[in-house]
């Protein structure tokens, strides 16, 4: 048994974030150490449920309450990749970048820990962990974001670049999202001096400033680069579903909806579990399955009401139902491109067909798309066209294929360390603290 170790997770209401950071908390739990979650109010359930201890946000922005209409950062209301990109840094970054170092140096200093482990998408609480010395692991539970020599820049969902013209392209959007990012540059050097740290020349340093970077996903399916920094370290998806996604039986195995003599491939459609206006590509996407000879279940999340989205006599539409279950039975995966939607389609070896609405998900369809697994279309595609796409995906054997390949590859962790071994490691390699037996 390990010797129990104290860890904080830092982390916040971003949707698909969560349930592979709460995996790694639970696994963490599970060798014998006690994690607590410092997170939006709304997190409180999911953490409990998860055997986490809770915090609050009380100044960093948060959600208050469930519902849209309370949504810190509505990416949904922006216009391209660019604008969502310097509307985070201005203003859910760097301008409020003091108070997310308040809460978490409170958070500390009442309740000290051996390690941090903190969500990619707030850098700026490494800085509490800096100024008390407390080691630190970010955990980044989607696809590498940073923009890197040799991967194809985040945002527009470019495919590897295999010409000069395409490394020129690569280039140019690099420089741009770079210029957005280091406007963050002085809030952040202001918050590090009022601590009495050093300033930064550089915003990377800030994001990439915690002792690890633990990607979640497979090195297989993602874009990588031997420009990377060494301490990058990829841990593989976190696979289960979110305490939020029950059963239709009342929590056991999940039952299709259709008679058991009904033969027809099932399609699952997953679009995002927060609001991102997906009620029209969701009707679309109805459209498109109630006239082909197959079975749908689409599941809209806890953000959308199922009279939302009318069904038909061949489509279920439901709140939620447990997507690995699902996808025991499924042929075909329609969705948003969700970094943790897509990993367990594929981890299924369940091909896709790709709608990305923003965030990382056109990054993510493009890895997709890439690998062979899927095809991918605009969110504002005709239900002609997703029907069409579904007929593609289902009628040729090479997407199954490339996908089954993926499976493997999952499976058997190629090219994964393990997430709770590096962080058991973390929090020993702190002055005095105790060494972590193997378990």
Same mark, same amino acid.
């Given at each position: 048994?390990?010797?129990?170790?104290?860890?904080?997770?830092?982390?916040?209401?971003?949707?698909?974030?969560?349930?592979?950071? *709460?995996?790694? @908390?639970?696994?963490?739990?599970?060798?014998?150490?006690?994690?607590? &979650?410092?997170?939006?109010?709304?997190? #409180?359930?999911?953490?409990?449920?998860?055997?986490?201890?809770?915090?609050?946000?009380?100044?960093?922005?948060?959600?208050?309450?469930?519902?849209?209409?309370?949504?810190?950062?509505?990416?949904? #209301?922006?216009?391209?990749? =660019?604008? &969502? %990109?310097?509307?985070?840094?201005?203003?859910? &970054?760097?301008?409020?970048?003091?108070?997310?170092?308040?809460?978490?140096? !409170?958070? *500390?200093?009442?309740?000290?820990?051996?390690?941090?482990?903190?969500?990619?998408?707030?850098?700026?609480?490494?800085?509490?962990?800096?100024?008390?010395?407390?080691? +630190?692991?970010?955990?980044? /539970?989607? %696809?590498? %974001?940073?923009?890197?020599?040799?991967?194809?820049?985040?945002?527009?969902?470019? =495919?590897?670049?295999?010409?000069?013209?395409?490394?020129?392209?690569?280039?140019?959007?690099?420089?741009?999202?770079?210029? $957005?990012?280091?406007?963050? *540059?002085? +809030?952040?050097?202001?918050?590090?001096?009022?601590?009495? =740290?050093?300033?930064? +020349?550089?915003?990377?340093?800030? =994001?990439?400033?915690?002792?690890? $970077?633990?990607?979640?996903?497979?090195?297989?399916?993602?874009?990588?680069?031997?420009?990377?920094?060494?301490?990058?370290?990829?841990?593989?998806?976190?696979?289960?579903?979110?305490?939020?996604?029950?059963?239709?039986?009342?929590?056991?195995?999940?039952?299709?909806?259709?008679?058991?003599?009904?033969?027809?491939?099932?399609?699952?459609?997953?679009?995002?579990?927060?609001?991102?206006?997906?009620?029209?590509?969701?009707?679309?996407?109805?459209?498109?399955?109630? !006239? &082909?000879?197959?079975?749908?279940?689409?599941?809209?999340? /806890?953000?959308?009401?199922?009279?939302?989205?009318?069904?038909?006599?061949?489509?279920?539409?439901?709140?939620?139902?447990?997507?690995?279950?699902?996808?025991?039975?499924?042929?075909?995966?329609?969705?948003?491109?969700?970094?943790?939607?897509?990993?367990?389609?594929?981890?299924?070896?369940?091909?896709?067909?790709?709608?990305?609405?923003?965030?990382?998900?056109?990054?993510?369809?493009?890895?997709?798309?890439?690998?062979?697994?899927?095809?991918?279309?605009?969110?504002?595609?005709?239900?002609?066209?997703?029907?069409?796409?579904?007929?593609?995906?289902?009628?040729?054997?090479?997407?199954?294929?490339?996908?089954?390949?993926?499976?493997?590859?999952?499976?058997?962790?190629?090219?994964?360390?393990?997430?709770?071994?590096?962080?058991?490691?973390?929090?020993?390699?702190?002055?005095? @603290?105790?060494?972590?037996?193997?378990?």
């Amino acid at each position: 048994m390990s010797h129990g170790k104290q860890f904080l997770l830092v982390s916040w209401d971003g949707g698909g974030n969560l349930a592979p950071e *709460l995996a790694v @908390a639970r696994r963490l739990i599970a060798r014998g150490h006690g994690v607590r &979650l410092l997170g939006d109010p709304t997190l #409180e359930a999911e953490a409990l449920a998860s055997g986490c201890a809770f915090s609050a946000w009380t100044t960093a922005p948060h959600k208050k309450a469930p519902g849209r209409e309370h949504d810190v950062f509505k990416d949904y #209301e922006m216009s391209g990749p =660019l604008q &969502l %990109i310097d509307t985070y840094m201005r203003e859910f &970054l760097a301008a409020p970048a003091p108070r997310w170092v308040e809460d978490t140096l !409170r958070e *500390l200093e009442a309740r000290p820990v051996d390690a941090m482990l903190v969500d990619f998408a707030l850098p700026a609480t490494l800085i509490a962990a800096e100024k008390l010395a407390i080691p +630190s692991a970010t955990l980044m /539970p989607n %696809i590498w %974001i940073i923009p890197t020599r040799g991967i194809p820049p985040l945002g527009p969902g470019f =495919l590897p670049a295999k010409s000069f013209v395409g490394r020129a392209r690569d280039a140019i959007m690099r420089a741009m999202i770079e210029h $957005v990012f280091q406007r963050a *540059l002085p +809030s952040l050097n202001a918050t590090r001096q009022a601590h009495g =740290l050093r300033p930064l +020349s550089d915003v990377y340093e800030q =994001l990439l400033g915690a002792d690890q $970077v633990l990607v979640q996903t497979s090195p297989v399916f993602d874009f990588t680069s031997p420009h990377q920094p060494s301490k990058v370290r990829y841990v593989g998806p976190e696979l289960e579903d979110p305490a939020w996604s029950k059963a239709g039986d009342g929590g056991g195995r999940w039952q299709p909806p259709f008679p058991a003599s009904d033969q027809r491939p099932l399609v699952l459609v997953g679009l995002s579990s927060t609001f991102q206006d997906q009620v029209g590509t969701l009707r679309r996407i109805a459209g498109a399955l109630a !006239r &082909l000879p197959v079975r749908a279940l689409i599941t809209l999340g /806890p953000s959308l009401d199922p009279l939302e989205v009318p069904g038909a006599d061949n489509v279920v539409v439901v709140r939620s139902a447990p997507h690995a279950q699902v996808l025991e039975h499924a042929a075909l995966l329609i969705t948003h491109c969700g970094h943790g939607t897509t990993l367990k389609g594929l981890a299924a070896g369940v091909p896709l067909v790709c709608l990305p609405m923003g965030r990382d998900q056109n990054d993510t369809a493009a890895r997709v798309v890439a690998s062979g697994a899927g095809v991918r279309l605009k969110p504002s595609a005709s239900a002609k066209r997703i029907a069409s796409a579904v007929q593609r995906v289902l009628g040729e054997p090479a997407f199954r294929a490339a996908a089954l390949r993926l499976q493997q590859a999952i499976a058997t962790r190629e090219g994964c360390g393990d997430a709770v071994e590096a962080l058991e490691g973390l929090a020993s390699a702190r002055p005095g @603290a105790r060494p972590v037996a193997a378990a």
